[in-house]
Nanobody, 128 residues
Framework: QVQLVESGGGSVQPGGSLTLSCATSGFTLEEYDIAWFRQVPGKAREGISCMSGRDGSPYYKDSVKGRFTISRNNAENTVPLQMNDLKPEDTGVYYC?????????????????????WGRGTQVTVSS
């Protein structure tokens, strides 16, 4: 019954912006950890940002820190990811993931094996 649906992907030029959205159902955001991952062909999924189910605190990988912003819309049950100053290295399929663990050590939230619910992904392409 838990469902995650990503949207908002597309093609942009370097330096551009894009906002992704993870629409959730079947649970409340305060009871689940939510994370954004991205993947390119031939490589493992890379966790880039997380939203704590305990207190709504964000976490960012160094590669996106200062450029991406994760937030939580409890009323709409969505977790948007605002992406600014996009680089070609940001290209990939972006996935939303959720799990009920509610980690106490937030730095672990970028580990893909922690999540048992995944969306289908949305493509982001950054090129000239």
């Amino acid at each position: 019954q838990v469902q995650l649906v990503e949207s908002g992907g597309g093609s942009v030029q370097p330096g551009g912006s894009l906002t992704l959205s993870c629409a959730t159902s079947g649970f409340t955001l305060e009871e689940y950890d939510i994370a954004w991952f991205r993947q390119v062909p031939g490589k493992a999924r890379e966790g880039i940002s997380c939203m704590s189910g305990r207190d709504g605190s964000p976490y960012y990988k160094d590669s996106v820190k200062g450029r991406f912003t994760i937030s939580r819309n409890n009323a709409e049950n969505t977790v948007p990811l605002q992406m600014n100053d996009l680089k070609p290295e940001d290209t990939g399929v972006y996935y939303c993931a959720a799990d009920a663990t509610r980690l106490r050590v937030q730095a672990l939230c970028v580990k893909s094996s922690l999540y048992n619910h995944w969306g289908r992904g949305t493509q982001v392409t950054v090129s000239s």
